[in-house]
């Protein structure tokens, strides 16, 4: 079963606004990752962040991990038509090295 | 060339047949994973390898076989395939070796439709 959930299931924004999605999940994790995903395509890896992190950056992306309520947040800032995409968190850790994917936010960036 | 190759890219197959998706990869990543998405389910794990001897079962793994013929290979088989199976299929592969903060490769995917 999923270990991450996203929310929300579809964000739509205009251009310029900031996009947050968030992500809870259920067991101890060792790393938690975000993933884009344009329309029927792969998946491409956006950022990591590690369980003895709080927050991490990437160019527009800041990410927030807080353990103890097992959850995390992505913010995408400035956003563009271009990040419109499907966007999973997933999850690496309960003794496990598999990951395990969330269902994903599908966000809208309108021009 | 793309990292993690996908072939076929689209296949529609009737029911009962037996059919294999193929996976190579030009990363030089020893683990590789086969997942399936359905709309609305995200992704899940169907089998996933750590090393050429070393096969699993993901959390899906009924109807599916799979071979690691490679380091660079791992191919999915439907053994007798079934209309639940219409998915898309993604092959991923990572580096067990890789610094923290790395992760999945995947593939452009497999639209398999069964009939």
């Known amino acids: 079963s999923q270990q991450g959930e996203e929310d929300p299931q579809a964000l739509s924004i205009q251009e310029g606004e900031n996009a947050t999605m968030n992500c809870s999940y259920k067991t101890s994790i060792n790393n938690l990752q975000w993933y884009r995903q344009n329309s029927g395509r792969g998946l491409v890896h956006l950022i990591l962040?590690?369980?003895?992190?709080r927050e991490k950056h990437s160019g527009r992306l800041r990410v927030t991990l807080d353990t103890s309520k097992k959850s995390s947040s992505l913010l995408i800032t400035a956003s563009r038509a271009a990040d419109t995409a499907s966007y999973f968190c997933a999850t690496n850790g309960g003794g496990s090295e598999k990951l395990v994917f969330g269902k994903g936010t599908k966000l809208t960036v309108n021009p | 060339d793309a990292d993690v190759t996908q072939t076929p890219r689209n296949r529609i197959t009737k029911t009962g047949k037996r059919i294999m998706l193929e996976c190579s990869q030009t990363k030089g990543h020893d683990r590789m994973y086969w997942y399936r998405q359905d709309p609305g389910l995200g992704l899940r794990l169907i089998y996933y390898s750590f090393d050429v001897k070393d096969i699993n079962k993901g959390e899906i793994s009924d109807g599916y076989s799979v071979s690691r013929q490679a380091q660079a290979k791992f191919s999915l088989s439907l053994e007798s395939a079934i209309p639940n199976q219409t998915a898309l299929y993604f092959c991923?592969?990572?580096?067990?070796?890789?610094?923290?903060?790395?992760?999945?490769?995947f593939g452009s995917g497999t639209r398999l439709t069964v009939v």
């Open positions: 991923a592969t990572s580096d067990s070796g890789a610094p923290a903060g790395y992760g999945y490769t």
């Open positions: 962040i590690r369980s003895n992190e």
